[in-house]
């Protein structure tokens, strides 16, 4: 087995592979560096050592649970300053993580699905509403947002968060969006943080997160109280929250744990699926053709029920292949339980690498020359099954994956749809570029939007 791993060509002398870094952009940078140094490479800087797999197959072999296991590090471990116990960020091995995860699980079966479809529906209606009263140029970047956390505020806390019209909540509820927004963004630049400037930069931005750390804590602590005073028997993710047991050790959440849930299902469920509207939104109004096929198939449903949104099968085609060309999250660190050989290369026991998904879902080996063009069709059962060792993990792998994959595919179904039916979509040609924040998301762009006449 060879034991050094290619890396970027340019070694600086203590600094190590310092060229080629991009702060802005380090993993569509790394992904572009794949393109050169192939499925398997490393990076040495300042001390530390980076594994990046980028090859599909290799890919693959990271995700075996026997072998591999997650492993907590970078941005995700930077949440662990504002929500040290909840169920994203806390290890495996602790008991927490399986009682919440047994806890939530029933929140996201179908039958809870369902009942959440008149939520996300509500939203929906206030989207399209906003959408018809304005001068027909969206900003989509605040409308995805906003959305996406309502569908959340309603569905899991059954609250009107007040970011589509006055309510008790809107001030706070936009503040509360913001520091957020505000702490993913630097938990991802403090997680891919180099040694002296990482820890620097971090005390300069400490009184800002504290600040922002306050503001979230204290929004969380208020829907918890106000339910806490006036109990409901909605079947929502709060309710399960506070009064669920779980089934193996006949336990609640501890209720000091119960404000980190709230805070992760907020944080867990707005960026990631906002992201993945912006990008489907961009790729429909770029293509008009792809346009009038999935306004087809949404008029011929019939309706926007509960049944009729899980058969809308073209959006759903275009939702995965924009989570497989863009995935929200990018990329997992994985750590080897044994000693792995990975492409020709030893991997010691305990080791860690970024898989990053970015790349290997885009390869050409697996998925065919194509691999790098938007085409829904490809999603197509028929054409799926001639790409049997395909690489498409946007939602993570084993039993740390995504709890809320059902929900943000419903809800980003519906959405598409309903906007489809209202709306004629255009854009004035800005390409579809992607920020990272922890995330890949499309930097902010202007949506044009036509009423349409016989909806
Ligand atoms: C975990 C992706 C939407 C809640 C994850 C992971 C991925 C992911 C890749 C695993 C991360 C890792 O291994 O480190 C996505 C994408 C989404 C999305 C692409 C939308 C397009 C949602 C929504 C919710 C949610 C809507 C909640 C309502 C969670 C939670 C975890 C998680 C709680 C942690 C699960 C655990 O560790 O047991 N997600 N997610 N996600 N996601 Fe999502």
């Given at each position: 087995i060879r034991r050094d791993l290619p890396h970027p060509h340019r070694r600086v002398p203590l600094l190590g592979d310092i060229t080629h870094l991009d702060r802005y952009r380090p993993i569509q940078n790394e992904v572009a560096l794949a393109a050169s140094l192939g499925p398997i490479f490393e990076r040495r800087v300042l001390g530390l050592h980076f594994i990046y797999v980028a090859g599909a197959r290799l890919a693959t072999q990271c995700l075996d649970e026997q072998h591999w296991a997650r492993s907590l590090y970078g941005p995700v471990l930077e949440f662990q300053r504002f929500m040290p116990d909840s169920l994203f960020v806390?290890?495996?091995?602790?008991?927490l993580w399986g009682q919440a995860r047994r806890i939530l699980t029933p929140a996201f079966a179908q039958k809870a699905m369902r009942s959440y479809h008149r939520a996300m529906q509500s939203v929906a209606d206030d989207l399209v509403a906003e959408w018809s009263a304005?001068?027909?140029?969206?900003?989509t970047h605040s409308a995805m947002t906003r959305a996406a956390g309502e569908v959340i505020g309603r569905a899991g806390f059954t609250r009107d968060l007040g970011l589509f019209h006055d309510a008790p909540d809107s001030a706070d509820s936009q503040a509360f969006i913001d520091s957020l927004g505000d702490l993913l963004r630097m938990a991802s630049d403090a997680g891919l943080a180099l040694p002296i400037i990482g820890p620097l930069r971090r005390r300069i931005l400490e009184p800002s997160v504290r600040r922002n750390v306050e503001v979230i804590h204290s929004f969380a602590d208020r829907i918890i109280a106000e339910r806490k005073a006036h109990p409901t028997d909605d079947e929502d993710l709060l309710n399960l929250m506070l009064t669920?047991?779980?089934?193996?050790?006949g336990r609640r959440l501890p209720s000091d744990n119960v404000r980190e849930q709230v805070l992760t299902f907020m944080a867990g469920g707005y960026e990631t699926t906002a992201a993945l509207l912006e990008s489907v939104l961009h790729y429909i109004a770029a293509d008009q053709e792809l346009q009038e096929r999935l306004r087809t198939e949404v008029l011929a449903r019939g309706g926007f029920d509960y049944h009729a949104v899980t058969g809308m099968r073209l959006i759903r085609h275009t939702l995965n292949e924009c989570l497989r060309l863009w995935p929200p999250a990018p990329g997992y660190f994985r750590r080897a339980r044994t000693d792995q050989d990975l492409g020709g290369y030893r991997i010691p026991a305990g080791q860690m690498v970024f898989v990053l998904a970015l790349a290997a879902q885009r390869g050409k080996d697996v998925w065919?020359?194509?691999?790098?063009i938007f085409d829904p069709s490809r999603f197509e059962p028929d054409r799926l099954r001639s790409h049997p060792d395909r690489f498409f993990e946007p939602w993570g792998t084993g039993p740390r994956s995504c709890i809320g994959r059902q929900f943000a595919l419903h809800e980003a179904t519906l959405l598409i749809a309903r906007i489809l039916s209202a709306f004629e979509l255009s854009t004035d040609g800005t390409p579809l570029i992607m920020r990272e924040r922890g995330t890949l998301r499309p930097e902010p762009y202007q949506l044009k939007v036509i009423l349409r006449s016989n909806r």
């Open positions: 806390v290890d495996s091995d602790n008991p304005g001068d027909g140029v969206i900003d669920a047991i779980d089934p193996e050790t065919g020359p194509d691999a790098d």
